[in-house]
């Protein structure tokens, strides 16, 4: 059986075990959702040494009433808050291994882990912003490769003010490719677009947005008389962005 001894002492007495089946207990423990529900944690003997911390799938359930991970960028958020965390992930089920004299940090890191995927919905905006750009480079360089992609390039020699986020060669053509996150950048791509057109670049270009509904209607159509193929998300580029630019490879010169 796992012994209580040390935990309590450590939660100042202000914890316990119940039994739920052989080998497995719940934690029953001050550690509470916003809505005042307990964190569902259990501890389970693992075999090799170590006490099992998870939550029998309880998390993504309680999550699941409100919130789906049905995109790739949600997807790879949960998997970031489950690695920066040290949790793992089995059918649902997210847990930590421990030993048991360090069971009381373990378990309050897994409660925090715990705690920030059942939060997803709250703070979901901000996270996928901060990652919008790093998703991107990863989508250019794994999926792009074909069309040697070159990042922060400066067509206009006298104007680097002017960047490219990424520069595509398709059929020997240049296309630039931009990620627009706010009325900003898209500020910036509107102006650099108009601006290679003015210098007479052969050029396609292409925007994709964090989201392309937040921009004001102004900034939209700025944007859209500009840019040649814009994609309101980066999800729409992940599906779509290989199709187009086959397409322009296929185009006549």
């Known amino acids: 059986m ?7 002492e450590q939660f100042n007495g202000r914890v316990e075990l119940r039994e739920r089946r052989p080998g497995v207990y719940q934690l029953i423990a001050p550690m509470y959702h916003e809505d005042g529900d307990m964190v569902d944690v259990y501890l389970e003997e693992t075999g090799n040494g170590l006490i099992r911390v998870c939550d029998h799938a309880m998390t993504l359930m309680r999550l699941s009433y409100s919130f789906d991970l049905d995109t790739p960028n949600k997807e790879k958020i949960f998997q970031r808050i489950l690695a920066e965390n040290r949790v793992s992930e089995d059918k649902g089920n997210l847990f930590l291994d421990a030993r048991r004299e360090s ?3 373990a378990v309050l890191q897994f409660a925090q882990a715990l705690l920030k995927v ?3 919905r709250l703070y979901k905006r901000a996270v996928i912003q901060s990652l919008f750009y790093e998703m991107l480079e990863e989508y250019v ?3 792009l490769g074909q069309y040697s992609p070159k990042a922060s390039v400066c067509p ?8 490219v986020d990424y520069a595509l060669l398709v059929a020997g053509r240049a296309t630039y490719l931009f990620g627009v996150r706010d009325t900003a950048k898209a500020r910036l791509v509107t102006i650099s677009c108009l601006q290679f057109q003015l210098a007479k670049l052969a050029f396609t270009s292409m925007a ?3 989201d392309f509904d937040s921009l004001t209607s102004k900034d939209r159509s700025r944007i859209t008389s500009a840019v ?16 187009f630019l086959e397409r ?3 185009r006549p010169a």
């Open 2 to 8: 796992i012994s209580l001894d040390l935990l309590r």
């Open 248 to 250: 322009e490879a296929s």
């Open 156 to 163: 206009l020699a006298n104007r680097d003010d002017l960047e």
């Open 103 to 105: 069971l009381y940090p």
């Open 141 to 143: 360089t794994t999926q």
């Open 228 to 243: 040649d193929k814009q994609f309101p998300s980066l999800d729409d580029l992940q599906q779509n962005a290989r199709a």
């Open 118 to 120: 059942s939060n997803m």
């Open 208 to 210: 994709v947005h964090e």
